[in-house]
């Protein structure tokens, strides 16, 4: 069952502006990561937020996470054109007995020069 | 350079003919998974490793088998395939998943058509 659900599933904007992509998802969790994907490529490793924080940085990248309302938010500032491709949350939690990583099913970004 | 690899990258084949996957990773990473992206349904896990000998299903695995008798290498073997496995499959590591959790590294991908 997908853990992670993104919301919007696709967002097109303007070079410059800023992009923010939301994440729900069901159960606890260890952690939460976003990744991203370029078009039917491997997916790269952008953040690792874990459980017991609220707000992180990593460039023009910020993620917050409620665990309150089991969610998460990725923010893009001043977005590029480099930065279209699709981005997933994926939540690390306990499943028989075994943490494993579950991705949601993304949101395809799309930044027009 | 620190990397997961897969082969084949490209695979055309017919119902019911075995086929295997491979996919190695350089890093001594301990979690190694394999997931299959179908357009609409993002990433799905297919089957997972903790560690050498160890592995479970993840939410597919009808169809597919995995061993994982090495630490570096963790193949997806279709013993018969069907076109409902026509996909495109990745394979990921990682040090670990959990309380302590580090980031995966995915391979290029495999895409498989089964006709």
């Known amino acids: 069952s997908q853990q992670g659900e993104e919301d919007p599933q696709a967002l097109s904007i303007q070079e410059g502006e800023n992009a923010t992509m939301n994440c729900s998802y069901k159960t606890s969790i260890n952690n939460l990561q976003w990744y991203r994907q370029n078009s039917g490529r491997g997916l790269v490793h952008l953040i690792l937020i874990r459980s017991n924080e609220r707000e992180k940085h990593s460039g023009r990248l910020r993620v917050t996470l409620d665990t309150s309302k089991k969610s998460s938010s990725l923010l893009i500032t001043a977005s590029r054109a480099a930065d279209t491709a699709s981005y997933f949350c994926?939540?690390?939690?306990?499943?028989?007995?075994?943490?494993?990583?579950?991705f949601g099913k993304g949101t395809m970004l799309l930044v027009s020069p | 350079e620190a990397q997961v690899t897969q082969n084949p990258r490209y695979l055309i084949t017919v119902t019911g003919k075995k086929l295997t996957v491979t996919c190695s990773q350089n890093?001594?990473?301990?979690?190694m998974s394999w997931y299959r992206q179908d357009p609409g349904l993002g990433l799905r896990q297919i089957y997972y490793?903790?560690?050498?000998?160890?592995?479970d299903k993840g939410d597919v695995p009808e169809g597919y088998k995995v061993s994982r008798k090495e630490k570096r290498n963790f193949p997806l073997i279709l013993e018969s395939p069907s076109p409902n496995q026509t996909s495109l499959y990745f394979c990921a590591s990682s040090l670990g998943l959990g309380e302590i959790s580090y980031e995966q590294y995915f391979g290029p991908g495999t895409r498989l058509t089964v006709t």
């Open positions: 890093m001594n990473h301990e979690y």
């Open positions: 490793s903790m560690n050498v000998e160890v592995t």
């Open positions: 994926a939540t690390d939690a306990k499943k028989s007995g075994y943490s494993t990583l579950t």
